[in-house]
């Protein structure tokens, strides 16, 4: 007697989704074979979904949300606005290492890969901030939104020789604590030095001098437990991470070497492109009423770009 397909669907449906990780055990749970689950898969019935730990939001987050959302819509037009006045800035851990997955040929052997410590890799912290990708019209051409990108690390200089290098020697290492005085360098010396005067401009936030000149600049801060509202942690970690796996690094200058290029060769479009998935993360959000349980839409804008939408 045939089984439909309607029929194992109702089957699966009766198995909680917490117990279809594997096919076999998806099997055994519906009391139906291995093979009408993968069946299932071809066909379409069934799809394969990765989820992903999200931040919990209580009811006061929901509302910053709503708010933040909200203060990127014109009034009038009620539209999203351009965000080319917007720069977004934060820092993540960047690892010099990871599990890697390559395409071998039959009689090749994969390259061999081994660390001290599997749970204690080599990492580094770097701070970055981009704007929008705009059109500068006194230069005549595209500004490609990307501010900088700096390592939280320091110089020293060896006190000892080892096998590693002699003594004298300057070497870089990350900077160990990074509180409220760490700011930027401009010297060669080091990317970050401890420095209050980024401090105090900070918390002047801007100079009466520039208000005159019709300038306007103030320091706001994304709502908490929300990665999903800044452009850095959206995608553009991710993407830059993705280019910097693919150069095999052994010390800490490797690594920023690494991440430097990473972030020269991502693309204009590229960062434009997350600048609309922000967009499209902001209306889910609305629509959630400012929850982060939602799917977020696919917009195809690589095909939107090659027609000439952007």
Known sequence: MPIYRDEIARKLAQVPV?????????????????????????????????TRIKPFLTAQNKHMRVEHVLSYIDDESHEFQSMENVVHIDEKWFNQDTNKRTYM????????????????????????????????????????????????????????????????????????????????????????????????????????????????????????????????????FASMQSLQYRIPIYKITDLIDAVDDAYKTMSADTLDDIFLTLQSCMLCILKEDGGNQYKLPHMAKAKLRRANWF
């Open 18 to 50: 917490e117990e279809r990780l594997v096919v076999r055990h998806t099997a055994i749970a519906a009391g139906i074979t291995r093979h009408l689950v993968t069946a299932m898969l071809k066909e379409g019935r069934l799809h394969r979904s990765s």
């Open 105 to 236: 040929l039959d009689e090749e052997l994969p390259p061999q890969r081994d660390r001290k410590r599997k749970n204690f890799i080599p990492k580094t912290m770097f701070l970055a901030a981009v704007a929008r990708p705009t059109y500068d019209f006194h230069r005549k051409c595209r500004w490609n939104g990307k501010i900088g990108i700096w390592a939280l690390t320091e110089k020293y200089v060896a006190q000892r020789s080892s096998q590693y290098r002699p003594k004298g020697t300057i070497c870089t290492r990350n900077i160990e604590s990074i509180d409220r005085e760490v700011g930027l360098d401009d010297s060669d010396e080091a990317q970050f030095s401890y420095s209050k005067i980024t401090l105090s401009l900070i918390s002047r936030r801007w100079t009466p001098t520039s208000s005159q000149l019709g300038w306007s600049i103030r320091l706001i801060f994304q709502p908490p437990n929300s990665p999903d509202l800044n452009v850095l942690d959206l995608g553009l």
